[in-house]
């Protein structure tokens, strides 16, 4: 049903096990609405791709913290005939696939794609031809779909990491921890930077918020046309600052 990736799918020994429960997590939110399945789905999920060794049955699996009776049953059925029934019925599910879909479309909710679905609008070409009905998010998330679908080489994550750290040491601070994470490491078109700083100051913040201009050009031979990059600010003594910065293609759409 959904393209999305899984949970830590890098070493994932449980990756099958994550992809479906996954597609589960994506119905629940946007065809049921049914926010605790969700959410129940979505820990399932990461607590497997966490997991250091196969799990070989679903009592095995229910051991872990998150997971419940149901979805253990889920995994034996996998284990047990490499498919899950209720999915196989979802993939039959023309409506729910055509919801699934429009969903991927960044600015586009299950309640919008449901009243777009009922009007008859069921695909990405559909989308294409009645663009009156979209708003101005929405449209640059269709402008930019197939874009936004493509993952990024962890060997491009990893040089933009190396860089921003050369950068932020040599001309900011060394007390700063520097990490990818969140959606950098799942590889998605956004690259999640996290900065700490035990003692980050306003000022400081400011003044690398005015320059975060100049730090994304400077990384640019490390950035596809369409990546862009997030960068979260981050102190013991402040909440939390944030800035995003988009490639000047987007930049200039939004």
């Known amino acids: 049903m959904s393209k999305r990736k899984t949970p830590s799918e890098t070493d994932n020994l449980n990756n099958d096990f994550c992809e479906f429960l996954m597609e589960l997590a994506d119905y629940e939110k946007n ?22 060794t196969r799990i070989k049955s679903g009592d095995e699996a229910r051991k872990l913290n998150g997971i419940g009776e149901k979805i253990s049953k889920k995994i034996d059925e996998y284990l047990q005939t490499g498919k899950v029934k209720k999915l196989e019925n979802i993939h039959y ?19 919008k794609a449901a009243d777009l679905v ?27 779909f197939e874009d936004f679908e493509k993952k990024i080489p962890r ?50 913040i400011k003044i690398m918020m005015r320059e975060r201009e100049r730090y994304c ?24 600052w944030a800035c995003a910065d988009y490639p000047r293609s987007i930049r200039q759409d939004v």
């Open 118 to 144: 009922k009007s008859g609008v069921k695909t990405i070409d559909d989308l294409n031809k009645n663009k009156h009905k979209l708003t101005h998010h929405q449209l640059i998330g269709l402008k930019y």
């Open 31 to 52: 065809i049921n609405r049914n926010v605790h399945k969700y959410n129940a789905y979505r820990k399932a999920a990461s607590v497997l791709a966490a997991h250091t």
């Open 155 to 204: 060997s491009e994550i990893q040089g933009v990491e190396a860089k921003m750290k050369q950068i932020i040491i040599n001309e900011l601070h060394t007390d700063f921890i520097i990490t990818i994470c969140g959606s950098g490491v799942k590889k998605k078109v956004v690259i999640l930077m996290c900065l700490l700083h035990i003692r980050l100051s306003k000022l400081t």
């Open 217 to 240: 050009t400077r990384l640019s031979i490390y950035f596809r046309p369409m990546n862009s990059l997030l960068i979260l600010f981050l102190s013991e003594t402040l909440s939390l």
């Open 93 to 111: 599910d023309e409506h729910a696939q055509a919801i699934s879909l429009l969903t991927r479309v960044s600015g586009i909710g299950p309640v």
